[in-house]
């Protein structure tokens, strides 16, 4: 070797010792601007209500621990106020509009979603724990882009429906998880307003602060009381509002577990209901793929939101030719991925969204280790309080293992190799579940087979995670049914004659 590689090669390897030992400076977002009360009300036709049981529980940030406020605990008594605000602001307001002044409305609020989207996105991830440059990037623009969207359509749904009579289905219960609050609350009021339904919507338990600031969005937008009206509180005040007689629809987008509960209970009812549940996710990479390309779609896949993401990419197929090379790749890219406060805009992977999550996560990955998988984490370190978890992958994963069937919904990553497209596609649709899929080739033909054959809702070919409000969202088998989001989207919200 000449002495001028020699010292090439040292170079190098001191520039990614140097990279690989750079620190950033801490570049926290400023928390000034966000208000957030100590204390938080139901919010029913049009104002904020105490509870009637006139308790309260408290939302802590999950990456400081600290509480940051307390929230309403919602019973079957404010169910029932809530109910009957929504069925007579159906009846007397919302049903008789015309779908333009509807339209206006839903503008208004995406609007003031725009102007309020920087206390947003830092309430978002101080309550719920994920970075702030997701909270602002994806979860605000996108809640945003929804309420813009279904107001176009308030206007033109016998467009949308052509040669049918489209009329409301009337007053919809909306249930949402902790993983995108202000998101999902958005998927789900939206398109119900625009097809001129109203509104009862309970979120989760852990993440119920920017559900609350869009409740006082929705005052200040000047909607009609009762057209949205939002209760606070655990699973009980989700099962009320399920039970309620005077409910039309529900949609609830949350665990299996629970979607079956639902199922059940509603069964015989006459009720419309939308389950959108979880999923485990096979990302595809085969030999042609661009796999640098790839390998930041397997990191942006999985560890996207701490894994918290019922389409995350949590068990990834590498075909044989590549495998070495990409896993390579991927450790080595691990190995960059910062650990911690949610505010800070360097940081990659934020806080588990609970203790309980954290808990169940950690499980998994002793679980892993037991049946024989071989863990692999970055040396990166993480926060000594509050609910942090090292992304993880797993190789030598085997189909059989839990962790290739179960979802898991954190930053942990099955890997498993494949050397045929029937092989792989056998695998990727072994599943309980199937909500998504990604699929990374240089070759069209391979993914219009690959997506014909998948049984998954959403196909990503060569990207991942992406998200539309034009583009429907929905799963197959225990992912549950309906869709969200489009011109699919408006379905669920309609009687067609
Ligand atoms: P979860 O326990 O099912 O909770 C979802 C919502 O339902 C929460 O508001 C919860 O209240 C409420 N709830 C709990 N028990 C209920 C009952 N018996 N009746 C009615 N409502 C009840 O789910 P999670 O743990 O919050 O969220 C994670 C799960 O959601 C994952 O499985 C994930 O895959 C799935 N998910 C799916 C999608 C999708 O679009 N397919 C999107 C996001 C998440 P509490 O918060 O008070 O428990
Ligand atoms: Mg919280």
Known sequence: MSTKTKSKEAAAKAALEFSNGWEYAPAPESTDHARIEPRYQHFINGVFVK?????????????????????????????????????????????????????????????????????????????????????????????????????????????????????????????????????????????????????????????????????????????????????????????????????????????????????????????????????KAANIIFEDAAIDQAVEG????????QGHVCCAGSRLFVQEGVAASVIRKLKDRMETLIVGDPLDKNTDIGAINSKEQLMKINEYLKIGVDEGATIHQPSCSIPAKGFFCRPTIFLEASQSHRIVQEEIFGPVLAVQTFRTVEEVIEKANNTPYGLSAGVWTDKGSKIFNLTSKMRAGVVWANTFNKFDPTSPFGGYKESGFGREGGLHGLLPYVNLK
């Open 298 to 305: 397997i990191i942006n896949g999985i560890f996207f939101n």
């Open 51 to 279: 509870p009637s049981s006139g308790k309260y529980f408290a939302t802590i940030s999950p990456s400081t621990e600290k509480v940051l406020s307390e929230v309403a605990l919602g019973d079957e008594k404010d169910v029932d106020a809530a109910v009957k605000a929504a069925r007579n602001a159906y009846e007397k307001v919302w049903k008789k509009m015309p779908g333009s002044e509807r339209g206006k409305y839903l503008y208004r609020i995406a609007r003031i979603i725009q102007e309020r989207a920087r206390e947003l996105a830092v309430i978002e991830s101080m309550d719920g724990g994920k970075p702030i440059r997701e909270s602002r990037d994806v979860d605000v623009p996108l809640a945003a882009a929804h309420f813009f969207y279904y107001a176009g359509w308030a206007d033109k749904l016998e467009y949308a429906f052509p040669n049918r009579t489209v009329s409301p289905v009337g007053v919809a219960a909306q249930i949402i998880p902790w993983n995108f609050p202000l998101l999902m609350a958005a998927w789900k009021i939206a398109p119900a307003l625009a097809c001129g339904n109203t509104v009862v919507l309970k979120p989760a338990e852990t993440t119920p602060l920017t559900a609350l600031k869009l409740a006082e969005i929705i005052r200040d937008a000047g909607l009609p009381p009762g057209v949205v009206n939002i209760v606070t509180g655990d699973g009980k005040a989700g099962a009320a509002l399920v039970n309620h007689p005077g409910v039309d629809k529900i949609a609830f987008t949350g665990s299996t577990e629970v979607g079956k509960i639902i199922q059940r209970a509603v069964a015989g009812t006459g009720k419309k209901v939308t389950l959108e549940l979880g999923g």
